[in-house]
């Protein structure tokens, strides 16, 4: 990527940078590099157990695509994983069950907790866990009219 001085009067005189950032790098001067997902995960699929809850609502029901990722993602941190991507569930959320309705593990999208309880309107979630988020930074010099790092 390149990086150039460009200067701006704002009541003084001062420069701010503009940057292109390669492959994925972002930030100010290029300096936060990209994340990328650790490959050692595993598919989960919900089945009721404190480890790997239903998906319910206590009161408010609602299945968007952020609804979903959210029960996928405490999906995998139940089962003992940083995060994960949804998949699938076994049906609309807000429509009719065809799970159980005895007492099972679920995680609550509208209270946002994990509970234990008999409800009967729930969803079974399959979601791709993973292991860790791997971050590095790389390291920041000051911005010049030369490439950026």
């Known amino acids: 990527g390149s990086c150039t001085n460009k200067y701006m009067y704002a009541g003084i005189n001062d420069y701010y940078y503009s940057c292109t950032c390669r492959n994925g790098y972002s ?7 990209p994340t990328t997902i650790n490959p050692s995960g595993a598919r989960i699929v919900s089945d009721g157990t404190r480890e790997r809850p239903y998906c319910s609502f206590s009161t408010m029901c ?27 569930a076994s049906h609309d959320l807000c429509g009719s069950t065809d799970v ?50």
């Open 100 to 149: 159980t309705s005895e007492i099972a593990w679920h995680w609550r999208l509208d209270t946002d907790e994990y509970i234990q309880f008999a409800h009967a309107r729930e969803t079974r979630v399959t979601a791709d866990c993973f292991a860790s988020v791997q971050t590095t930074t790389q390291v920041t010099y000051p911005c010049t009219s030369s490439p950026c790092l």
């Open 27 to 33: 930030g100010i001067r290029c300096q936060t590099s």
């Open 62 to 88: 609602s299945w968007t695509s952020s609804d979903q990722a959210e029960c996928a993602t405490k999906l995998c941190q139940a089962s003992g994983y940083v995060g994960g991507t949804y998949v699938s």
